[in-house]
């Protein structure tokens, strides 16, 4: 497996990862009727745009397997998802290690997500803190609880999420 920027060829590939794993995960945290929103629709030129100028992607046996983005500007980590069938095999946080690299190499003091209810644990595994909760407003107009969660990439204090 390895992990390289995103090109707007693979923007219906990380499309199609988002849905599965939405589904396969946020299943039993979120009410059905708001995962079904959440995931409805077909994508959007907006969507494609955001995937080639942000995304990375994860690539293991030739097939886009997991997807991530960070903002350098503010920190902010977006869009870690992986195919349901690659999911327990170091992809997602493959993906955390790659984007963290990239935040150290634009001098960033700490980075920072909304995590989903499902994957706070994981965040929790790779050094993040958090413990309230906020909501989380998709474009499709379904809100969802998720965890603010910060992780300082260096000494120091730890900024609020």
Known sequence: MHIEKATIEEALACFAIRREAILARCTGFYPQRDLAIWTSGAMSEAFARRVAEHFHVAVAD??????????????KV??????PGYMGRGVGR???EHLESLALGAGLGSIHLEST????????SLGF?????SIYESSLG???????MV???????????
């Open 62 to 75: 030739g097939q886009v397997v997991g997807t991530g983005m960070i903002d350098l500007a503010t920190g």
């Open 78 to 83: 977006d869009a870690i998802f992986v195919l």
């Open 94 to 96: 493959a993906m955390m």
């Open 117 to 124: 209810l499902n994957a706070v644990a994981f965040y929790r």
């Open 129 to 133: 803190e958090g413990e309230g909760q």
């Open 142 to 148: 379904v809100r969802l609880a998720c965890v603010p």
């Open 151 to 161: 992780k300082p990439l260096r000494d120091g204090p730890v900024p609020a999420p």
